[in-house]
């Protein structure tokens, strides 16, 4: 089963890397190839798509000047439930393309357990055993992964509504639709923030698809390790002394 | 009251401002009553509210009793149910009821309706659709308790009795009123209808020896005002499945009111939470850094 899905995986890669260009420079580490771009930034836009055609429906006294982008009020219902479904769908693709760097790990868990030093600023570099992503990145990809589950389960049961599925499944399936999306956009806050102003030199990775060396070893030195042979630690050391000397010169 | 005035409206769905005009004026609450005790099941009402409302021909079911259809549709507002009902002693009973919108005083579908003046409650208390404001979601189909707005799937809106509030509004009784040949329905201030609703409850208590006879006004959604008088009041179950105890789901009331907007701001926090953390703590960026400048 898992062949399928690497080998599905590994054509979509090799076709995807034949219409975009992957730029790497010297002194960066090739991270996300165009594939993997594809699918996040289809992902992202339809997520937003499927948001903010979504508030108007969600709180229309405060939410009512959505409606409009989308064509008015029965144009954003019919479009919303599309959205969604391609939303799901990229998503869906994409969990396939990450689901092995994505499983949870003993150092995850500990990762997990320093969190309050690297939000506050305390450690300036990742713990050494931090792989191709950290334990809060895999938190929120698991997070979105069950919310599309939700989204996909809830919504199916909103969009034939309750002459199909009755008035209690309703009632209750647009609850469970609307805590899903709290959670997912709360989590998104975090995400944009973390990929642009708040760890500076990652939104590269979603864009060219190369990061720089140094931070590759600050924020993944495992996975710095894997592709370079170098540890990470004295790769940075080398790079401290090396800007030191520049200084005093 | 006039018998040419605008009909004043109380509540608009999913309406951000005031509503104008509101309180300036008395308004009767309107009011139905129908005596399922007097109907015979002529359906003269369901004819009616097709002629008057210019509906296109709904097809027909025929399924060994004497109603016309399982249910009311986007096209046929109005529906006599009907069952054949054993009593304890062996006898046979046929309960007609009238089914139609009920008019809730605290509407449902009303409540439930995301889309800025779709459903529109007057101060004299019909529940009115505007089918130009509807987006076709259906929430309002789940909001009632009695299973009456119905969607078109061609015209993505959803439709239900207006009580004739255009026949109402012009000073005149709504067409099922008009077609009657009993008597059975009555239209009028919702006080009368009480009262009358009443006196024939105690008048089938005492002379018909229907000892359960009572009013169907149910006060768990504020009252209606579409109300019955029941042979049987203890059970309304029994008259097409009128709901003995209607209620409005939860996720419209305390939800949509209360928790969506308290928990919209708590993902609010995920931006709040990032920006202060960008002016306090600031960006992790890759290290080494180079030195700040000094001066
Ligand atoms: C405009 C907004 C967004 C920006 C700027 C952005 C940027 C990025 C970047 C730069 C990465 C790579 C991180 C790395 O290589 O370590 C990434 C990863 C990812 N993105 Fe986004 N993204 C955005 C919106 C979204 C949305 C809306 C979703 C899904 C609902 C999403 C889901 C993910 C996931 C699951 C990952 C992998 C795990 C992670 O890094 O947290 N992104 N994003």
Redesign the interface.
């Known amino acids: 089963m898992p062949t399928a899905v690497e080998r599905f995986d590994d054509k979509a890669r090799a076709a995807f890397d034949r219409i975009g260009r992957n730029e790497v420079y010297q002194g960066e580490l090739q991270r996300h190839r165009v594939y993997t771009r594809f699918l996040h930034w289809m992902v992202a836009v339809f997520f937003f798509l499927s948001l903010f055609s979504g508030f108007?429906?969600?709180?229309?006294?405060?939410f009512?000047w959505f409606t409009p982008l989308f064509g008015g009020?029965?144009l954003?219902?019919?479009l919303h439930p599309w959205f969604g479904v391609l939303f799901v769908f990229f998503f869906a693709l994409q969990a396939l393309n990450w689901l092995k760097p994505m499983s949870w790990t003993k150092a995850d868990s500990a990762w997990m357990r320093r969190l309050r030093s690297?939000?506050?600023?305390e450690e300036?570099?990742d713990p050494p055993d931090t792989g191709f992503f950290n334990a809060g990145q895999k938190v929120q990809f698991w997070e979105i992964v069950i919310g599309c589950v939700v989204y996909l389960i809830t919504g199916i049961i909103?969009w034939a509504?309750?002459?199909t599925f009755?008035?209690?499944a309703?009632?209750?399936s647009?609850?469970l639709h609307?805590?899903s999306?709290?959670?997912m956009?709360?989590?998104?806050?975090?995400h944009?923030?973390?990929s642009t102003?708040?760890?500076?030199?990652t939104f590269q990775a979603m864009t060219r698809g190369a990061v720089?060396e140094?931070?590759a070893?600050?924020?993944h030195p495992a996975w710095y390790k894997e592709v370079t042979g170098r540890d990470p630690r004295r790769a940075?050391e080398e790079?401290?002394q090396r800007?030191e000397a520049g200084?005093s010169k | 009251m006039s018998d040419r005035k605008t009909l004043q409206i109380k509540q608009i769905s999913a309406h951000p401002g005031p509503i104008p005009g509101l309180g300036v004026q008395r308004d009767l609450e309107v009011c139905k009553l129908v005596d399922t005790t007097t109907c015979i099941g002529c359906k003269a009402c369901e004819v009616a509210c097709v002629e008057w409302n210019d509906m296109p021909f709904a097809e027909t079911t025929f399924d060994n009793t004497y109603q016309t259809m399982p249910e009311t549709r986007w096209n046929f507002w109005n529906l006599i149910k009907f069952n054949e009902h054993q009593r304890e002693d062996g006898t046979i009973q046929w309960l007609m009821r009238k089914d139609q919108c009920m008019h809730c005083a605290d509407p449902g579908c009303l409540r439930a309706c995301p889309a800025d003046g779709a459903i529109v409650q007057y101060a004299n208390g019909i529940v009115d659709f505007n089918q130009e404001n509807c987006i076709g979601c259906e929430f309002c189909v789940s909001g009632c308790p009695y299973n009456i707005p119905k969607f078109n799937k061609e015209t993505k809106k959803v439709y239900k009795c207006t009580l004739c509030s255009d026949r109402v509004g012009q000073g005149l009784e709504p067409a099922c009123i008009k077609a009657c040949p009993t008597g059975c329905l009555k239209f009028g201030s919702k006080e009368d209808m009480k009262m009358i609703a009443e006196s024939r409850a105690a008048q089938l208590r005492e002379h018909f020896g229907y000892e359960n006879a009572g009013v169907y006004d149910p006060q768990s959604i504020g009252g209606t005002h579409v109300i019955y008088v029941l042979h049987d009041a203890t059970q309304p179950e029994l008259y097409g499945g009128l709901p003995k105890n209607p209620q409005i789901p939860w996720s419209y009331t305390v939800w949509k009111w209360l928790f969506k907007p308290v928990l919209g701001a708590f993902s609010m926090l995920g931006l709040v939470g990032v920006l202060l953390h960008y002016v306090t703590v600031g960006p992790r960026r890759p290290q080494p850094e180079p030195p700040k400048k000094e001066d």
Not at chain 1, 118 to 121: A, E, F, P, V, Y
Not at chain 1, 185 to 190: V, Y
């Open positions: 108007g429906i969600y709180l229309p006294w405060l009512r009020g029965p954003s219902r019919a690297t939000i506050s600023g300036k570099l909103l509504g309750a002459r009755g008035p209690i309703v009632a209750f647009y609850i609307d805590i999306a709290i959670i956009l709360g989590g998104i806050f975090i944009m923030y973390l102003i708040g760890e500076p030199g720089s140094a931070w070893w600050t924020f940075y790079a401290r800007m200084r």
